[in-house]
Structures are given as structure tokens and as C-alpha cells.
């Protein structure tokens, strides 16, 4: 992320979310199918899109966790996604529905699991040790989206 702009580098998440994908593949493939797995249907996610951190937010340094259920149709798309993050103020509560249902709607899901309802978790926290990982994923799914304090850089014009 570039401190000034406050944009994001796709070449900077890039390796952490394929280190996901790949902790979601070998996840599955242990074979460590329990209720919570069966439960939140991570199995289904063929990737998942990060959300991110909405800036209204994280300018005001409000971390939260987020409950995403996500409702998919016969053929595995997205059919609706509920959204719940105990936060103060109506602002930051559809901050945080718009950019995870964003990040939901781009992702894509197994043809196997039409019909499904797949339940994440995200993690938003304020990242003050710039030495900790951007994202990191616990399952069967959680995942946590980090972000550094947020930079406000005045515009200068010359008149």
C-alpha cells in the first residue's frame, strides 16, 4: 500500500493471497472435514477476494469482526450476502457490509455447492507493528485483513 495515496499495489497482496489459497487448498485436502467445516462450507470457496479495509473505518481506527454469510443459487453464484459487525454508527456499518459484499461478489465458488450458504468471518484490526502480515487466515474461516494507520496528506495548491 502506498502510505501517501493510501492505494493499494496488487503486487504487494498478491503472494499473501496465494499463501491463502494455498492454506485453504491443504486445509481441505487433510481431510479434517468436522461441524465446523461443514458448518461454514468453506469447501465451496474456489477463491475467495479479500475485502478492503473501508477507509472511514480505518481512519477512525474502528477494528471489528465481521459475520458474512453468503447465499449462493442453484448454479453456485452469488444470490445475497448478510452482513453483521457489532460497530459504532450506521456509516461504518455499511463501510464494512459494502466492502465485504464487494470482495464476496468477485469471488468464485465450487458448481458443486449451488444452493449453499457459505460463512465467513473477517478480522478488521489496525495494524501498529509494520513488521505483521497484511492478511492471515485461520481455519476454517477466519480471516484477518490488516491495515496500517491511516495517513492524511494535505493537497497543496499554489494559486
Given at each position: 500500500m502506498n502510505r501517501i495515496?493510501?492505494?493499494?499495489?496488487?503486487r504487494v497482496g498478491a503472494p499473501v493471497i496465494?499463501?491463502?489459497l494455498l492454506a485453504i487448498?491443504?486445509?481441505r485436502a487433510s481431510g479434517q472435514a468436522g461441524s465446523a467445516e461443514s458448518?461454514?462450507?468453506i469447501e465451496c470457496l474456489d477463491r475467495l477476494e479479500i475485502p478492503d479495509y473501508p477507509p472511514l473505518p480505518r481512519a477512525a481506527s474502528i477494528q471489528g469482526t465481521q459475520a458474512v454469510k453468503v447465499f449462493l443459487s442453484e448454479h453456485?453464484?452469488?444470490l445475497a450476502v448478510e452482513s453483521s459487525i457489532p460497530a459504532r454508527?450506521?456509516?461504518t456499518q455499511k463501510a464494512f457490509k459494502e466492502s465485504a459484499e464487494k470482495a464476496v461478489k468477485k469471488s468464485r465458488f465450487s458448481k458443486t455447492c449451488g444452493g449453499k450458504t457459505i460463512a465467513l468471518v473477517f478480522h478488521y484490526e489496525i495494524r501498529e507493528d509494520e513488521n505483521k502480515s497484511l492478511f492471515a487466515f485461520e481455519p476454517p474461516n477466519h480471516f484477518w485483513i490488516r491495515a496500517g494507520p491511516f495517513y492524511v496528506t494535505p493537497e497543496v495548491s499554489v494559486k
Open positions: 495515496s493510501g492505494r493499494r499495489d496488487w496465494a499463501g491463502l487448498a491443504l486445509y458448518l461454514s462450507n453456485a453464484a452469488v454508527g450506521a456509516a
